[in-house]
């Protein structure tokens, strides 16, 4: 099962705050350990909303671009990684290991085909799997 791992950001992340020169050793011993067991797919911190834009739907090809920064910074995303782990209970252990002192980290189910249910047929999942392994070659 593939899970998110998402960083709340906070006032320090939404101020541009880097991290120290230890946070980030910190960090890179704990992406090492992930990688090392196996679970890590991808991971990265995001600069602060102001770098940012949104976009947002109103109708059928109706798009509004609005720049950051934005405001509720509790409800902004500073960073993520995702894993592949065999239950939520490994995934919230993994993040209950992360080298934070304070913050929030939640954590989200990647939805898989299964979870779409008769909506995702057998022609929708072949062009998926097929748009899939472009991508994983692109990467190559």
Known sequence: MKFMLIVKA??????????????LAEMGKFNEEL???????DGNGLLESSKGVRVQFSGKGQTTVVDGPFAE????IAGYWIID????????EWARRVPFEEGEIEI????????????????????EDKLRERVTGQQS
């Open 85 to 92: 782990v065999k239950s939520k209970d490994e995934a919230i």
């Open 108 to 127: 989200r189910k990647v939805a898989e085909a299964e979870d779409f249910g008769d909506n995702f047929t057998p022609e929708l999942r072949e062009a």
């Open 73 to 76: 910074t509790k409800e902004l």
């Open 10 to 23: 906070n006032e320090e992340s939404e101020a541009g705050a880097m991290p120290t020169e230890q946070e």
């Open 35 to 41: 990688v090392n067991a196996g679970v890590m797919l």
